[in-house]
């Protein structure tokens, strides 16, 4: 590069770097809560020094579309802003809030406010709290913020592109007229989707979510570290929790905890939806039980002390409390019940045991019975099904009373008038039944016993019991393979006719000494044969056919287990014992 061509090169450089600064350079609107003025921050940029006029840069040319609009007016939104016609604490951006609000502020809690972080440029909503004035203001800007991605979206062609909409199907007769569209895509591209933007959104959640109100999120009081309540802990959606903990209270000052008080836990919303207080039952001292009407609910007082002689006794506290929320299939809580239980509290009950729970119920659904939850319920039906093809789940009929069924006794004992006569067999119930058939000439052995076969094993005998009474049709190697056994005479070349079905159901208790469970551990069944009578001319023979089933428990003796003491492992100092050794 000669001499000449230096000082260009220079001017080249001062015009890029005129221009970059030309293009980083913002006025933004400053705005002071409580003055009357609105200001724009000067700006002083340096004039171009070059001979030639100045060249535009590529970035800052006029593109041939037109720039993305805001969807959102970002100095109108405000994500802090969580109580209606209340201002929210430290939120700078709720327009509920005063001059006198923001003076007691002690920072702002969402400074920055932008809308979408994909376009090249967009406003950005700043606030901020000025504590040298006296009092303490809010500081309002909105600037121009510049994305520095290279991926950046300088223009927008397709309008509808900025929500999401449902797209619109194609038909035979609409495909004419996208294949005529100059881009292929643009269908729909004159369509205004501003009434779509503008319509409230609802909260939808999704699993493990906290669950949030109108001030923060719904509070489920649970112990952490040891047992006292935690009353910071969040409710979590679609997490049940049933949690007991114990709480330190004075009964000379029991009126002034909240967390004692009916309201605690019925005051909040969720994202606009009340907690309606649906049943509330009291306790006395000696454990009775009342609970009161409709009428009744509304005159609840807030606890109190009262004095019996030397006893002080403090009423309308908290016992338990349980939250019912219903949702939708999107995810959005739709309501919320409580359910509460209150009593009174003496010095004895000093530190209180409270219980707190919360489940979930989605809107429209049917629960699906159970026979247990997780052991055997006696009385209740066995869970079984089968396994069409190797790797697939259990298929299971939806009567369940009739997935493993036994032959079902009448008045007429008659076999051959009792098909499709079933009784299903339920946990922990021995049953026999049976049935008397007549046989005649007319009738042939091989006839008789298919007949005899479909009659005691029923329609679709299943090939697998579930252990327990709540266990999954997916999990397939939990269930337990019911084995079948056939036991024939041992006459030869003779027809054998099934006449007894024998099912034996052996179970164990799962689980802790002070709540077992039932668990299914084998099947049995087995299928006797005899040989076929003969019958002479004319004469008939009675022949009976019986089926039971039996529940054996075969439970080891329980024995109660004990963890070993626990070793220190842990080496002294070698001066540990100076100067004594």
């Not at 593109?63 to 700078?92: E, I, K, W, Y």
């Not at 509920?96 to 950005?124: L, R, Y």
């Not at 009784?423 to 298919?450: D, E, H, I, W």
Request: glycine share 4%; proline share 8%; aromatic share 8%.
């Amino acid at each position: 590069m000669g001499p000449r061509a230096l000082p260009r090169f220079l001017l080249v450089l001062l015009d890029c770097w005129a221009s970059v600064n030309a293009q980083a350079g913002t006025t933004p609107v400053v705005t002071t809560e409580g003055l009357n003025s609105t200001k724009p921050v000067p700006t002083t940029l340096r004039p171009v020094l070059s001979s030639k006029p100045p060249e535009i840069p590529r970035a800052s040319r006029p593109f041939s579309g037109p720039r993305p609009a805001p969807v959102t007016d970002v100095a109108a939104l405000c994500v802090c802003d969580l109580s209606p016609a209340q201002c929210d604490v430290n939120c700078c951006c709720d327009p509920d809030c005063s001059s006198v609000d923001f003076s007691v502020f002690s920072a702002c809690s969402i400074p920055v406010v932008t809308g979408d972080s994909h376009f090249c440029s967009q406003k950005a909503a700043v606030y901020s709290l000025n504590f040298t004035a006296d009092p303490p203001q809010r500081v309002f800007k909105l600037v121009d913020q510049i994305n520095p991605s290279i991926f950046c979206v300088h223009i927008i062609n397709y309008k509808p592109a900025l929500s999401f909409i449902n797209p619109e199907v194609t038909d035979e007769s609409s495909f004419d007229k996208l294949m005529k569209a100059p881009d292929g895509f643009a269908l729909n591209a004159g369509s205004d989707v501003s009434t779509r933007l503008d319509a409230p959104q609802t909260a939808k959640y999704e699993y493990g979510v906290h669950l949030q109100t109108s001030d923060s999120f719904l509070r489920f009081p649970s112990p952490l570290t040891s047992s006292l309540c935690t009353d910071n802990n969040p409710a979590a959606f679609l997490v049940n929790q049933a949690v007991k903990c114990t709480r330190r209270i004075n009964l000379e000052h029991c009126e002034e905890m909240e967390t004692l008080s009916m309201a605690y836990y019925s005051s909040p919303k969720i994202l606009r939806v009340p907690i309606t207080v649906q049943s509330i039952i009291i306790r006395s001292l000696n454990k009775t039980l009342t609970r009161l009407e409709d009428t009744e609910i509304l005159r609840v007082s807030k606890q109190g002390v009262l004095e019996a002689g030397h006893i002080k006794i403090c009423t309308n506290v908290v016992l338990e409390v349980t939250y019912s929320l219903t949702y939708t299939d999107a995810g959005e809580v739709i309501k919320a019940d409580l359910f509460l239980l209150l009593g009174a509290v003496s010095s004895a009950m000093v530190p209180l045991q409270q219980k707190f729970e919360i489940y979930f119920i989605q809107q429209n659904a049917k629960p699906v019975p159970l026979s247990g939850n997780p052991g055997y319920v006696v009385g209740l039906p066995l869970v079984a099904g089968f396994q069409p093809q190797k790797g697939s789940g259990i298929i299971q009929t939806t009567n369940r009373y009739g997935q493993l069924t036994l032959l079902r006794s009448t008045t007429e004992q008659d076999c051959l008038a009792v098909e499709g006569i079933r009784a299903p067999v339920l946990f922990g119930y021995n049953m026999q039944s049976g049935c008397k058939l007549r046989l005649t000439k007319a009738l042939t052995c091989r006839l008789v016993a298919q007949k005899m076969k479909s009659l005691l094993k029923g329609q679709g005998f299943p090939d697998y019991v579930a252990p327990f009474g709540n266990s999954q049709a997916q999990d397939v190697l939990d269930w337990v393979p019911v084995y079948f056994i056939t036991q024939t005479s041992h006459v030869k070349d003779s027809c054998q006719l099934p006449v007894a079905l024998m099912v034996e159901v052996k179970w164990t208790k799962y689980g802790s000494l002070l709540n077992p469970q039932a668990k299914i551990v084998n099947v049995t069944a087995n299928l006797i044969s005899s040989s076929f009578p003969e019958t002479n001319s004319g004469n008939e023979r009675t022949i009976l056919i019986s089926t039971a089933v039996t529940f054996v428990d075969v439970s080891a003796p329980a024995e109660a287990g004990f963890r070993a003491r626990p070793t220190i492992n842990a080496r002294l100092p070698f001066n540990f014992f100076f100067p004594f050794v």
